[in-house]
């Protein structure tokens, strides 16, 4: 939900009669002098709070003030208006004119304007957030919050929450705001609820800001190219002090992906590079106390402009969740060159790898079904069939995929399950329920019969933590996988040529009819 960023601003009394305020306010200080202190004195007793409020927030898009928004006027605000004054030809002896205000306005105005500035409420997180939608686009749900992206990549803005995973506001303040050997510090400060924390990272300058309530920590992160500065600089200034934390009440979905469960579930990670630079995920260090701290990272670069996934897919995606251990997930192959996965295991990723660290060449994207096409430069192995029937209910199935490849086995694994329903959650159509078991990284795999077809790519799992607050009871084995016909036209759709299973071929055993697909599956992974 968008508001106009006018709400906020109260239009700061700066808009309202703006040429009467300006001239009250420099006849009562015409018998004053001109030092700090005089004209702080005049500020903060002759005007109303709105109007300096106003004064700081026109100041911060001109990019002349990058204080707080107290309407408290001190040297800071003075020097900034001596800045614009000076900037502008006017007389910089820091007292504001009708002519200094007409300009202000309109060069603020204008900045807003270039910027197609808009206040966003985000249902993900429950924060409220000033957004440049002229430079970014809506990217999606992410795995702690919600991503916006400029089309090239220079600028990112992720809204992020961590719930209830005991950590601390102060504790991540401390892993934030020392440097690693990717991530320089230029500047951190730390209140008794909020923090910021800005650097470098890879070229491109972050900022970030955090808020905690308890066990509710929410923020926000703005990254950009260096060469972006000026144009994303006096936003940052704005975005930060106009951020509202807890405006509301995140969502709270009943399903989560496969790419990772719940924060109180999994630890966050920590990102570091082996020799050979690859991505690599490690437990974070024990805190003083001896506990496991958790660690935040900035969003990982990323290239592909998906759309948003919708909300019956994406309803599993919890609030605050963590990273999957290893950024991962699964895929099948469907054509000479191309694998099947799910889109929200690809989506955001700048790169994906398939197998041993086979780069993808294209990604396509169908968000509304989850569904994702993968292509690599190379053969990988026998397209698998799919049946161009959908399976029976309480047929026997197989899943296949690489779950937890950072703490099981990265061989595959297949589990044995039946098909529980043939409609997923809410009676959606698309979708089979399922009793196999699958973990974060099984996104993606193949749902198989004894014969060896395609019935259906798994999917989501329903979030047994979050059924069981709702309604007193534990849910046992409910996971979703997309039916075949839904894959079949997705396939169509792209014109990927794939082959159609044979609806008379035998049932087999379990360990024969996964060696007729498992050299086909591969593990699928986004990496820097």
């Known amino acids: 939900m968008r508001r106009g960023l006018g709400i906020i601003m109260a239009a700061c009394v700066l808009a309202a009669s703006p040429a009467a305020s300006a001239r009250d306010f420099a006849s009562s200080t015409t018998a004053i002098t001109s030092s700090p202190a005089d004209l702080s004195l005049a500020y903060n007793t002759q005007t109303d709070l709105s109007f300096r409020r106003g004064l700081q927030i026109r100041l911060g898009w001109t990019g002349d003030y990058a204080g707080p928004f107290s309407g408290v006027i001190?040297?800071?605000?003075?020097?900034?208006?001596?800045?614009?004054?000076?900037?502008?030809?006017?007389?910089?002896?820091?007292?504001?004119?009708?002519?200094?205000?007409?300009?202000?306005?309109?060069?603020?105005?204008?900045?807003?304007?270039?910027?197609?500035?808009?206040?966003?409420?985000?249902?993900?997180?429950?924060?409220?957030?000033?957004?440049?939608?002229?430079?970014?686009?809506?990217a999606g749900r992410t795995e702690v919050g919600h991503l916006w992206r400029a089309q090239d990549g220079s600028v990112e803005i992720e809204t992020v929450r961590i719930a209830d995973t005991g950590q601390t506001l102060s504790g991540l303040y401390d892993t934030l705001s020392q440097a690693t050997a990717e991530r320089s510090v230029l500047g951190a400060q730390k209140a008794d609820d909020w923090f910021t924390v800005a650097g470098v990272e890879s070229g491109r300058r972050y900022f970030m800001r955090f808020s905690g309530s308890k066990s509710d920590l929410r923020g926000f992160s703005v990254s950009y190219k260096e060469s972006d500065e000026s144009e994303v600089a006096s936003f940052v200034t704005v975005a930060s002090n106009l951020f509202e934390p807890f405006a509301g009440e995140p969502e709270a979905p009943l399903v989560a992906d496969n790419r990772g469960n719940s924060f109180s579930a999994l630890l966050e990670r920590r990102r570091s590079a082996d020799k050979s630079g690859t991505a690599r995920y490690a437990m974070a260090d024990n805190d003083a106390d001896g506990r496991r701290s958790h660690l935040f990272e900035l969003p990982r670069e990323r290239s592909y402009d998906n759309a948003a996934i919708e909300p019956a897919q994406e309803a599993g995606r919890q609030a605050g969740a963590a990273p999957a251990f290893d950024m991962a997930g699964s895929g099948f192959v469907v054509s000479d060159g191309w694998l099947l996965t799910n889109a929200h295991v690809v989506r955001g990723c700048r790169k994906v790898e398939v197998g041993n660290n086979i780069p993808a060449s294209e990604v396509r994207i169908d968000s509304s079904n989850d569904l994702a096409l993968v292509h690599v430069g190379q053969s990988l192995g026998s397209p698998l069939a799919i049946s161009a029937a959908k399976p029976r209910l309480g047929e026997d199935i197989l899943a296949l995929g690489f779950p937890l490849r950072s703490i099981l086995a990265d061989s595959l694994n297949v589990t044995r399950g039946n098909v529980s329903s043939l409609l997923g959650l809410m009676n959606d159509p698309r979708y089979l329920q399922i009793s196999a078991p699958v973990q974060p990284g099984n996104s993606g795999g193949p749902l198989v019969d004894l014969a060896g077809r395609v019935v259906g790519v798994v999917t989501a799992k329903l979030d047994a933590v979050a059924v069981a607050d709702a309604t007193g009871d534990i849910p046992q084995s409910i996971n979703f996988a997309i039916r075949p016909d839904t894959v079949s036209a997705f396939l169509h759709k792209n014109k990927i040529a794939f082959r159609t299973a044979n609806p008379k071929s035998a049932l087999e055993s379990v360990p024969d009819a996964t060696a007729k697909v498992k050299d086909s599956v591969y593990p699928v992974v986004c990496t820097d």
């Open 74 to 138: 001190e040297a800071a605000t003075l020097r900034a208006i001596r800045d614009f004054q000076a900037r502008h030809g006017l007389r910089a002896d820091g007292v504001i004119t009708e002519a200094m205000l007409q300009k202000l306005i309109a060069l603020s105005d204008a900045v807003q304007s270039d910027l197609g500035v808009s206040v966003v409420d985000d249902r993900e997180t429950g924060v409220r957030l000033a957004l440049p939608l002229n430079l970014v686009k809506d």
